[in-house]
């Protein structure tokens, strides 16, 4: 016997399975991929966990999920206590269950990741807000009011959150959204059959329970600009979160060709207008047969799945580095694989080729080699002169990333910003250089994560508060 | 919900809807559009502010019943209420006194262009109307561009009213008797626009259109609006939709505006056959 210490409990090596759709199935329809653990294999999956007393995984969360502590309440099946632990610190884990990149946050500095699987602490959690959402939400404690007002700019998990945490705190806060849904990229850019929009509708649901109030099809920038919302709209203090929903495109010739989207634009149709049921639903959308997806992100991911189930016969990535940079979910990439998708690495496009009508017919590209790495520490790609090719395809999609949209930092005065576009926020406080105006998520880092996203609305939720209250 | 406060049945096909929508109507300037939305599983289109009441806090719109939604709006009532409504998108007309300007409105041009002839108007210019319609039936807001004019030049192409002719005739004639015109403003149909273009760019003459690309969001968000101008990708939704005309590359966007002539076809004959509206309030939605 050796006195004292725990038994030492065998590990099971791998992750409990994700149960998903088979790949042939879903390729073709737009209901979720993953299906979500059951109650053993979550209490199974669960006692994985170590409880490490430095509890590394921690420092992988950007908003510092008491992981240990969430993991085991479930472990001991306190599903209840579990979610509640998790809410502290999170306010959407149905959504950040499902989407976070887990690989390079919290899973990455998992003990048991050294020797084999991390535990899933991603698909634990989301099993957690799940079985929240199937039942009673949690009741959720509101301040007495303030008679403070706050607005926030744009509805994506960076002013969902802000807001949550404002409401909660007292004050009366507004969203305004220039979309006629809240929910910003978790409703328009990532597909149905990876976060599910009841999902997200109930998450939006609980915040206007906490007395948020969501003004729809309103611009700011166009039906007021940020100035107005503080002087004569009433608003004590501002937070943006317009996001990076500025699309990108390569500049080389025949873009404006019929059959070239943009991401945002194939994705949009899709998702938000819902192009997949038309006619029923009345926004169309064009697939053709085979379709060539520039990029190598989730952003690229999700369109090309997308255009599987859009009834393409052939979906290509086409990404200039090779699958080791392929900066995308290790989970998109292999669920992508499985349902068919093709990828072309190491290739970019140089000019797109169309026929008389101005329909894409074929894109001419070259072929890339690795070279020394770049600021990012990728090893860039050096194009090799003379090896153009011409790939047949007649829709193209661009994901190649987006930028901050111009609208609100156009439009507001002593907003300063830098030589992208994006909003000059302290990382520390979300505080910017005008007064009472904060910022945070992708308008300020570029396109980043959901859970940054979201840490940065509740940082400048709390200096937002501190404000308030300092403001008598 | 935004209510529709009044409708007016223009033309065959052809309606004025007065949609009550105080944000919008607070800071609407000429030039604007909004996109609206008539419900749940409607797509978003876009439309021109014809005018706009700040004190009835309302947004009026003219359109033309072309396709499925444009034909669903068209069964719509007074009292009845649109699902979204937002605005003003898009950049206000460029106005300042250039001293003798000519405002073209083709067909379903006019509706846009007379906010823009009245607020040139309003800042000091002389401003010479010309609107055109295939025939006299399809003419409309002759008085009220009158006013907004110091004088108006009428033509409809098959002549059953006013002088017979294309507004591009009507042009000619302007800028050669007048001379000294500082600047022209063209709307219309896409073939209007371009031979406006292609008879001022003789003169030397700065031309203003106005664009309808197809578009989802109207914020910058999704590129489907991108035309190219003077060699350029703009998006028409926050660039413009006004752009100098000389510059724009028509042939372009004559492609992109027929990208989905088929699912149009087919959303139009589903809509036609599935619909038995039968309005009996007398608007004539009820076609
Ligand atoms: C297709 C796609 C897939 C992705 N997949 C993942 C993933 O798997 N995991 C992950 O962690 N991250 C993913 N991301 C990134 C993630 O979604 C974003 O980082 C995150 O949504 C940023 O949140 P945000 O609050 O900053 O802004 P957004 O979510 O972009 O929301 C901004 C909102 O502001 C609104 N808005 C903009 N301008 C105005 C205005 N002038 N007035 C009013 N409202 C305005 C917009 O309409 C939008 O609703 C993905 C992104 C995309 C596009
Ligand atoms: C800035 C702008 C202002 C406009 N102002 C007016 C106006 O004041 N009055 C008016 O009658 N029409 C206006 N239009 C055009 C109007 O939006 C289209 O007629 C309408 O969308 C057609 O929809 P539908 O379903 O009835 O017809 P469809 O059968 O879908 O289409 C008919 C034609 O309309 C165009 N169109 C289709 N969908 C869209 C879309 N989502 N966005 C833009 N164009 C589209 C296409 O070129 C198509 O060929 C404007 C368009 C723009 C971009
Ligand atoms: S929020 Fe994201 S990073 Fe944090 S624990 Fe949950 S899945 Fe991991
Ligand atoms: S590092 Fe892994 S094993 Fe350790 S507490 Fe965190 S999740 Fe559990
Ligand atoms: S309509 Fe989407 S960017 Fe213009």
Known sequence: ?472 | MYRIVRKEALAPTLSLFEIEAPLVARKARAGQFVILRINEEGERIPLTIADFDRARETITCVFQEVGKTTKELGTLCEGDYLQDFAGPLGLPSHIENFGRVVCVGGGLGVAPVFPIARALKEAGNEVIGIMGARTKELLFWEEKMYSACSELWVTTDDGSYSRKGFVTDLLREVIEKKKDVGLCVAIGPLPMMRAVCGLTREYGLKTVVSLNSIMVDGTGMCGCCRVTVGGKTKFACVDGPEFDGHLVDFEEMARRAVIYKPQEQLAVSRYVKNSAHNCSCGCGGGR
Request: hydrophobic letters at 40%.
């Open chain 1, 1 to 472: 016997m050796n006195g004292g210490s725990k038994p030492k409990k065998t590990i099971e090596p791998k992750k409990n399975p994700m149960p998903c759709q088979e790949p042939a199935v879903r390729a073709r329809n737009f209901n979720e991929v993953a299906l979500g653990y059951s109650e053993e294999a979550v209490v199974a999956e669960a006692n994985r966990c170590l409880q490490c007393k430095n509890a590394p995984c921690r420092q992988g969360c950007p908003v510092e999920v008491d992981i240990p502590a969430f993991i085991g309440l479930a472990a001991g099946g306190d599903f209840y206590g579990a979610i509640r632990k998790l809410k502290e610190k999170n306010a959407l884990p149905a959504v950040c269950g499902r989407v976070c990149p887990q690989e390079s946050q919290c899973e990455k500095y998992c003990t048991l990741g050294k020797k084999h699987e991390p535990v899933a602490i991603g698909r634990i959690e989301r099993f957690c807000a799940d079985w929240e959402l199937a039942g009673a939400a949690l009741p959720q404690e509101v301040k007495p009011p303030t008679g403070k007002k706050v607005a926030v700019v744009g509805s994506g998990p960076s002013g969902l959150t802000c807001a949550a945490d404002l409401a909660k705190l007292g004050h009366q806060v507004t969203i305004f959204e220039a979309l006629h849904v809240p929910g910003g990229v978790l409703m328009y850019g990532i597909p149905e059959f990876r976060l599910p929009k009841n999902v997200v509708q109930t998450e939006i649901g609980n915040l206007k329970d906490l007395g948020v109030n969501i003004e729809v099809n309103a611009v700011v920038g166009k039906f007021a600009v940020v100035d107005e919302l503080l002087n004569g709209g009433g608003f004590d203090a501002v937070f943006i979160g317009t996001g990076a929903g500025l699309p990108y495109f390569m500049n080389i010739p025949g873009e404006n060709a019929c059959g070239v989207y943009s991401a945002n634009e194939f994705l949009t149709r899709t998702n938000l207008m819902k192009a997949y049921r038309f006619p029923e639903a009345d926004t169309p959308i064009r697939v053709g047969r085979k379709v060539a997806v520039l990029g190598g992100g989730n952003v690229a991911m999700d369109a090309a799945r997308t255009a599987l189930r859009l009834g393409a016969e052939e979906s290509w990535i086409v990404y200039r580095r090779s699958k080791k940079e392929l900066p995308a979910r290790h989970e998109e990439v292999e669920h992508a694989e499985e349902e068919g998708v093709k990828f072309a690495f190491l290739t970019s496009p140089t000019r797109i080729i169309y026929n008389d009508d101005y329909w894409v017919t074929a894109m001419e590209c070259l072929q890339y080699k690795l070279g020394e790495p770049d600021a990012s520490g990728r090893r860039s790609p050096v194009p090799i002169p003379g090896s153009e090719f011409v790939m047949d395809v007649d829709t193209v999609v661009v994901a190649i990333g987006q930028g901050p949209n111009p609208l609100v930092p156009g439009t507001t005065e002593g907003l300063q910003c830098n030589k992208k576009g994006n909003i000059v926020a302290d990382p520390g406080t979300g505080a910017t250089s005008k007064p009472g105006v904060y910022a945070g998520g992708d308008v300020v880092t570029g396109a980043a994560t959901v859970i940054l996203a979201m840490g940065a609305g509740r940082t400048a939720a709390k200096s937002i508060h501190a404000y308030l209250s300092g403001k008598n």
